[in-house]
């Protein structure tokens, strides 16, 4: 045997303790406190990319381009509301508070939002004039911590989403660290300045459905019964969520997949509580129709969604729409690479930037800072989040006409299979190429 | 998720009028609770026989083939039987084999107890609540929040003899309780996490604790939010988890001691006016007996 | 002056008819009748008119409350006044759970007891309460003030931010980073204010009452406090 030419093992990363982890732990020795950061989950998880439309052949016909109309309109709280909010497109922008982006930002989406006639939520610091003068369908989120919370802001509302929960953090209040609350926060949120914001997870005056019910008609009879009343929550346990929002008078349920984004919460709580989206929409779909209320209340779905084709997907196993965060970011210019040796310079790269709670954000899009907020220019901004908005829309209808469908909320489940068993079991659809749903009947 | 409302009677004067004051204050707990409704009366009986509530369907002759010293009462679907304290392993396994398809719903001297989907009014209506006497009684108007909306998920639950429990809440721990209470000879019924802390307390009684005991451990064992009402064949209590969220209010007089979920309920009971009013602390048992 | 009996008319009637009043009406003096215990009962009033409600009222009562003075003639159920802007609340029995909460300012006067969770986020009310108040009351409250005259249940004030209590009685026990403040002339000067407001002149005097207030140990998170959470 030659002793100077031994072959060597081959270095092995762990895949259990693997770099992350080992980082993780080091900074968790050195700092002892948790890992803060926004964003949602980061694991790969079974999503919308594991299903697959079926389109036309011979036994199903497409539908022309441009003369024959795919229609994409939406009407959100039929059920008991006086003016039920109508959408151009099924595609909304989510909840995220003034305090977690820049005022700005919030311009962008009310910008965007509006140029292609669909609806922008606030999040958990009040209602920005920024916001209401620029978008033109405004939900005004009434959450636990009722920051800036008031009758004229509720009066001046398109609908008031009651947010239990969300995807990020089921079970979790809203976060904001000391470098975001900045004079103009502080003001709106009663807080002092510069602190570090803790929030209730639960409601004030309200714990479960029971109680919920005697809420929601307070805020109708404030309203006059004019607004939709949503309820919001993070995907747990979907089928009894949304039976129960139903039974305390919700008229649209709003779920939100563990893949919905935050602007800040523990990492632990983002990766490991909350389930995917993917397996969330059809015990959804199934109290709603159990209850007889599926088209009568409305179901809003969000957490990854990032192309028409989610979108299509997400009304084909039974939403009525969906909402974007995330996505909604990125059209503006989060994790740009144009930023990127600002990025490094943040000790990240362009695309994994989610420290947002630090509040440094080269895009100027999570920050309070005015100067780097004043790099975002909300008229431009709000162009690109028209366009990506629009493209959406064009990209669902695409599928749609070619699944033979006039109307987005003709796809169904049938037009779907599954590329994985797991996708197959969550979203009640077929494997491809078989009759079997896992769970639910034979080869 | 729903709403509670009890009663215990101090003055014997009142005890004709206990189901009527009890089905007028079902019936205003009804929006916090449209999917089924129950109660528990605790009426006449004595220590020599064995009153039984059965549930089913063609439960009428069951009393006249059972024979001798058997009395039935049939309340729509369901039938109270009374007799000999001696018959009651007969009686039972006669039932077990004959009729299996019969729920056993509540056992004891003086407990009878009713519970079936559908709206209070309506529920109080099928079993005569009204006219029903007795000297206390525990109601229950329910949302289902994590079991199905089923007769059998409806309360009160009782796991022992003269033994009721109501719930507002949710118990976050249950499954492990039940998994805990099973190997020790307390069986279950359904999914529900009320049938689960009536179990446990059960458990404790059959141990030899007293009814405050019991619901003190059940401060430290059961995890969750919740408010129980308790009946027993001599006593009535209340508790409320530490957290306290759900609703509870109670109305001491002379006469009785009355809780409702909301104060609503209590309105039309006699003397509210001036009654003491006041809402249990948190972890905190709250027993009355009869003497 | 307008009479609404709630035996004949709907909540949403009288909810409405409130509503609709703009801030010169001259129809200023209201009183509701048979409230029996209903939920959101002048909730959402935006009107500096006096409503008086003539027994006892369930949730929600006088919610969202601008600019009114709303008397309640017997108990209130849970959220007495919650979210109240501005205007005053008086309520002659006993006030549930949650009285006054997340309430950004106005007045809520409580001439019995308050039961838990009294001003619990509270955002600049000012509370009153001449009786008694539960455990987890001032959870979490963030600006105004909170005047006890008897004694404070379990965990006061737990999580505070720069709320100001004001107790004559006995607490039970304070809440995570609450503790006692010294009664500093202003304290003095703003307490006695207030009693005042509230008709007390001359009946309690400032000098019973002991200030608790946040010792500020939580305004940024430190990993020695982490039991605290």
């Not at chain 1, 959406?392 to 037009?415: F, V």
């Not at chain 2, 009393?63 to 039938?79: M, P």
């Not at chain 2, 209070?120 to 109601?139: C, N, Q, W, Y």
């Not at chain 3, 379990?154 to 403040?181: H, M, P, Q, W």
């Given at each position: 045997?030659?002793?100077?030419?031994?072959?060597?093992?081959?270095?092995?990363?762990?895949?259990?303790?693997?770099?992350?982890?080992?980082?993780?732990?080091?900074?968790?020795?050195?700092?002892?406190?948790?890992?803060?950061?926004?964003?949602?989950?980061?694991?790969?998880?079974?999503?919308?990319?594991?299903?697959?439309?079926?389109?036309?052949?011979?036994?199903?016909?497409?539908?022309?381009?441009?003369?024959?109309?795919?229609?994409?309109?939406?009407?959100?709280?039929?059920?008991?509301?006086?003016?039920?909010?109508?959408?151009?497109?099924?595609?909304?922008?989510?909840?995220?508070?003034?305090?977690?982006?820049?005022?700005?930002?919030?311009?962008?989406?009310?910008?965007?939002?509006?140029?292609?006639?669909?609806?922008?939520?606030?999040?958990?610091?009040?209602?920005?004039?920024?916001?209401?003068?620029?978008?033109?369908?405004?939900?005004?989120?009434?959450?636990?911590?009722?920051?800036?919370?008031?009758?004229?802001?509720?009066?001046?509302?398109?609908?008031?989403?009651?947010?239990?929960?969300?995807?990020?953090?089921?079970?979790?209040?809203?976060?904001?660290?000391?470098?975001?609350?900045?004079?103009?926060?502080?003001?709106?949120?009663?807080?002092?300045?510069?602190?570090?914001?803790?929030?209730?997870?639960?409601?004030?005056?309200?714990?479960?459905?029971?109680?919920?019910?005697?809420?929601?008609?307070?805020?109708?009879?404030?309203?006059?019964?004019?607004?939709?009343?949503?309820?919001?929550?993070?995907?747990?346990?979907?089928?009894?969520?949304?039976?129960?929002?139903?039974?305390?008078?919700?008229?649209?349920?709003?779920?939100?997949?563990?893949?919905?984004?935050?602007?800040?919460?523990?990492?632990?709580?983002?990766?490991?509580?909350?389930?995917?989206?993917?397996?969330?929409?059809?015990?959804?779909?199934?109290?709603?129709?159990?209850?007889?209320?599926?088209?009568?209340?409305?179901?809003?779905?969000?957490?990854?969604?990032?192309?028409?084709?989610?979108?299509?997907?997400?009304?084909?196993?039974?939403?009525?729409?969906?909402?974007?965060?995330?996505?909604?970011?990125?059209?503006?210019?989060?994790?740009?690479?144009?930023?990127?040796?600002?990025?490094?310079?943040?000790?990240?790269?362009?695309?994994?930037?989610?420290?947002?709670?630090?509040?440094?954000?080269?895009?100027?899009?999570?920050?309070?800072?005015?100067?780097?907020?004043?790099?975002?220019?909300?008229?431009?901004?709000?162009?690109?989040?028209?366009?990506?908005?629009?493209?959406?829309?064009?990209?669902?209808?695409t599928i749609a006409r070619a699944c033979g469908k006039s109307h987005l909320h003709n796809l169904e489940p049938e037009d779907l299979v599954a590329l994985t068993i797991e996708a197959a079991a969550m979203a009640r659809v077929p494997l491809a190429g078989t009759d079997w749903i896992p769970g639910r009947g034979s080869f | 998720m729903c709403g509670i409302v009890g009663l215990f009677?101090?003055?014997?004067?009142?005890?004709?009028?206990?189901?009527?004051?009890?089905?007028?204050?079902?019936?205003?707990?009804?929006?916090?609770?449209?999917?089924?409704?129950?109660?528990?009366?605790?009426?006449?009986?004595?220590?020599?026989?064995?009153?039984?509530?059965?549930?089913?369907?063609?439960?009428?002759?069951?009393?006249?083939?059972?024979?001798?010293?058997?009395?039935?009462?049939?309340?729509?679907n369901h039938l109270v039987l009374s007799f000999p304290k001696d018959r009651e392993d007969q009686i039972r396994t006669w039932l077990a084999a004959e009729r299996s398809e019969i729920k056993v719903i509540g056992v004891g001297q003086r407990i009878e107890l009713y519970k079936e989907v559908g709206l209070p009014a309506e529920v109080s209506k099928r079993f005569g609540l009204p006219?029903?006497?007795?000297?206390?009684?525990?109601?229950?108007?329910?949302?289902?929040?994590?079991?199905?909306?089923?007769?059998?998920?409806?309360?009160?639950?009782?796991?022992?003899?003269?033994?009721?429990?109501?719930?507002?809440?949710?118990?976050?721990?249950?499954?492990?309780?039940?998994?805990?209470?099973?190997?020790?000879?307390?069986?279950?019924?359904?999914?529900?996490?009320?049938?689960?802390?009536?179990?446990?307390?059960?458990?404790?009684?059959?141990?030899?604790?007293?009814?405050?005991?019991?619901?003190?451990?059940?401060?430290?064992?059961?995890?969750?939010?919740?408010?129980?009402?308790?009946?027993?064949?001599?006593?009535?209590?209340?508790?409320?988890?530490?957290?306290?969220?759900?609703?509870?209010?109670?109305?001491?007089?002379?006469?009785?001691?009355?809780?409702?979920?909301?104060?609503?309920?209590?309105?039309?009971?006699?003397?509210?006016?001036?009654?003491?009013?006041?809402?249990?602390?948190?972890?905190?048992?709250?027993?009355?007996?009869?003497? | 002056?307008?009479?609404?009996?709630?035996?004949?008319?709907?909540?949403?009637?009288?909810?409405?008819?409130?509503?609709?009043?703009?801030?010169?009406?001259?129809?200023?003096?209201?009183?509701?009748?048979?409230?029996?215990?209903?939920?959101?009962?002048?909730?959402?009033?935006?009107?500096?008119?006096?409503?008086?409600?003539?027994?006892?009222?369930?949730?929600?009562?006088?919610?969202?409350?601008?600019?009114?003075?709303?008397?309640?003639?017997?108990?209130?159920?849970?959220?007495?006044?919650?979210?109240?802007?501005?205007?005053?609340?008086?309520?002659?029995?006993?006030?549930?759970?949650?009285?006054?909460?997340?309430?950004?300012?106005?007045?809520?006067?409580?001439?019995?007891?308050?039961?838990?969770?009294?001003?619990?986020?509270?955002?600049?009310?000012?509370?009153?309460?001449?009786?008694?108040?539960?455990?987890?009351?001032?959870?979490?409250?963030q600006s105004g003030m909170l005047v006890v005259l008897g004694d404070a249940g379990d965990a006061l004030g737990d999580s505070i931010y720069e709320a100001n209590l004001f107790v004559r009685g006995n607490v039970k026990s304070l809440g995570t980073d609450c503790v006692e403040k010294t009664m500093r002339d202003e304290h003095k000067a703003e307490l006695r204010k207030l009693l005042?407001?509230?008709?007390?002149?001359?009946?309690?005097?400032?000098?019973?009452?002991?200030?608790?207030?946040?010792?500020?140990?939580?305004?940024?998170?430190?990993?020695?406090?982490?039991?605290?959470?």
């Amino acid at each position: 045997m030659d002793l100077d030419n031994i072959p060597q093992t081959l270095p092995r990363q762990s895949a259990t303790f693997d770099p992350y982890t080992l980082a993780e732990i080091r900074r968790a020795a050195a700092t002892g406190i948790y890992d803060i950061r926004g964003a949602g989950t980061k694991r790969a998880l079974p999503h919308f990319d594991d299903l697959l439309f079926l389109g036309a052949s011979i036994s199903r016909y497409p539908l022309e381009g441009y003369r024959e109309k795919c229609a994409t309109d939406v009407i959100l709280g039929t059920r008991f509301a006086k003016k039920p909010i109508h959408l151009k497109t099924p595609v909304t922008i989510a909840g995220m508070s003034f305090g977690a982006l820049s005022a700005q930002a919030k311009e962008a989406l009310g910008r965007g939002a509006t140029i292609v006639g669909t609806s922008t939520t606030t999040g958990d610091g009040g209602m920005t004039s920024e916001e209401r003068g620029h978008s033109k369908t405004l939900i005004y989120q009434y959450l636990p911590s009722r920051y800036g919370m008031n009758p004229d802001d509720l009066r001046k509302a398109d609908a008031i989403e009651v947010v239990i929960g969300q995807g990020a953090k089921p079970g979790g209040g809203g976060m904001l660290l000391g470098q975001k609350i900045s004079d103009r926060i502080a003001q709106m949120r009663n807080l002092p300045k510069g602190i570090d914001q803790r929030s209730a997870c639960r409601h004030p005056d309200w714990t479960g459905p029971d109680d919920l019910e005697i809420k929601i008609e307070e805020l109708r009879e404030i309203t006059d019964w004019e607004k939709p009343i949503y309820v919001k929550v993070g995907a747990t346990r979907p089928y009894y969520d949304i039976a129960l929002a139903v039974k305390a008078g919700a008229d649209v349920v709003v779920l939100d997949g563990m893949q919905g984004g935050t602007a800040a919460t523990q990492e632990v709580f983002i990766e490991h509580v909350g389930i995917p989206i993917l397996s969330a929409i059809r015990p959804a779909v199934q109290a709603l129709q159990d209850l007889g209320f599926h088209r009568k209340v409305q179901l809003v779905v969000s957490g990854g969604i990032r192309n028409g084709a989610d979108v299509a997907k997400a009304l084909a196993l039974g939403a009525d729409a969906v909402a974007i965060g995330t996505a909604a970011l990125v059209a503006l210019g989060d994790n740009d690479p144009v930023h990127e040796a600002e990025y490094r310079a943040l000790g990240t790269t362009a695309g994994a930037y989610d420290d947002w709670q630090e509040g440094r954000d080269p895009a100027g899009i999570t920050t309070q800072d005015p100067v780097l907020a004043a790099r975002l220019d909300p008229v431009a901004a709000g162009r690109r989040l028209a366009n990506y908005l629009s493209v959406l829309t064009l990209e669902a209808q695409t599928i749609a006409r070619a699944c033979g469908k006039s109307h987005l909320h003709n796809l169904e489940p049938e037009d779907l299979v599954a590329l994985t068993i797991e996708a197959a079991a969550m979203a009640r659809v077929p494997l491809a190429g078989t009759d079997w749903i896992p769970g639910r009947g034979s080869f | 998720m729903c709403g509670i409302v009890g009663l215990f009677l101090k003055d014997r004067k009142l005890e004709p009028k206990l189901g009527s004051l009890l089905a007028g204050m079902l019936e205003v707990m009804t929006d916090r609770g449209p999917d089924s409704a129950g109660f528990a009366v605790y009426g006449s009986g004595d220590a020599d026989h064995v009153k039984v509530t059965l549930r089913g369907r063609e439960l009428e002759g069951i009393a006249e083939t059972l024979g001798h010293g058997v009395k039935g009462t049939l309340r729509d679907n369901h039938l109270v039987l009374s007799f000999p304290k001696d018959r009651e392993d007969q009686i039972r396994t006669w039932l077990a084999a004959e009729r299996s398809e019969i729920k056993v719903i509540g056992v004891g001297q003086r407990i009878e107890l009713y519970k079936e989907v559908g709206l209070p009014a309506e529920v109080s209506k099928r079993f005569g609540l009204p006219d029903m006497s007795g000297t206390h009684g525990i109601g229950h108007t329910r949302m289902a929040t994590e079991s199905a909306v089923t007769t059998a998920g409806a309360h009160p639950f009782s796991t022992g003899a003269d033994q009721c429990l109501v719930h507002n809440g949710s118990l976050s721990n249950y499954r492990s309780l039940r998994r805990m209470l099973e190997p020790k000879g307390i069986s279950f019924e359904t999914d529900n996490d009320t049938e689960v802390a009536a179990g446990y307390l059960s458990w404790k009684l059959r141990d030899g604790a007293t009814l405050a005991e019991a619901l003190q451990s059940s401060l430290v064992d059961l995890d969750g939010f919740f408010t129980f009402v308790v009946g027993t064949e001599s006593g009535f209590a209340v508790v409320r988890d530490p957290i306290a969220c759900k609703p509870a209010v109670m109305a001491e007089t002379d006469q009785y001691v009355a809780f409702g979920t909301e104060y609503r309920a209590l309105v039309g009971l006699p003397g509210i006016g001036s009654a003491r009013v006041f809402e249990p602390e948190p972890a905190r048992v709250y027993a009355w007996e009869r003497h | 002056m307008p009479v609404i009996d709630l035996a004949e008319v709907s909540r949403r009637d009288l909810n409405s008819q409130l509503h609709a009043l703009v801030p010169s009406t001259n129809e200023t003096h209201w009183r509701v009748e048979n409230p029996n215990g209903q939920h959101a009962l002048a909730a959402g009033v935006d009107a500096p008119i006096t409503i008086e409600i003539a027994g006892h009222v369930g949730y929600y009562c006088a919610g969202m409350n601008k600019q009114a003075t709303i008397l309640i003639e017997g108990n209130a159920g849970v959220g007495v006044a919650e979210n109240m802007i501005s205007g005053m609340v008086h309520v002659k029995g006993d006030a549930s759970q949650a009285a006054g909460a997340t309430a950004h300012g106005g007045l809520l006067i409580i001439d019995g007891d308050a039961s838990a969770r009294c001003g619990i986020s509270m955002k600049g009310v000012k509370i009153i309460v001449k009786g008694s108040i539960g455990p987890m009351s001032a959870f979490m409250a963030q600006s105004g003030m909170l005047v006890v005259l008897g004694d404070a249940g379990d965990a006061l004030g737990d999580s505070i931010y720069e709320a100001n209590l004001f107790v004559r009685g006995n607490v039970k026990s304070l809440g995570t980073d609450c503790v006692e403040k010294t009664m500093r002339d202003e304290h003095k000067a703003e307490l006695r204010k207030l009693l005042d407001t509230a008709g007390l002149n001359g009946e309690v005097s400032v000098d019973e009452f002991k200030r608790y207030g946040s010792a500020r140990t939580l305004y940024n998170f430190h990993v020695d406090n982490a039991s605290a959470y």
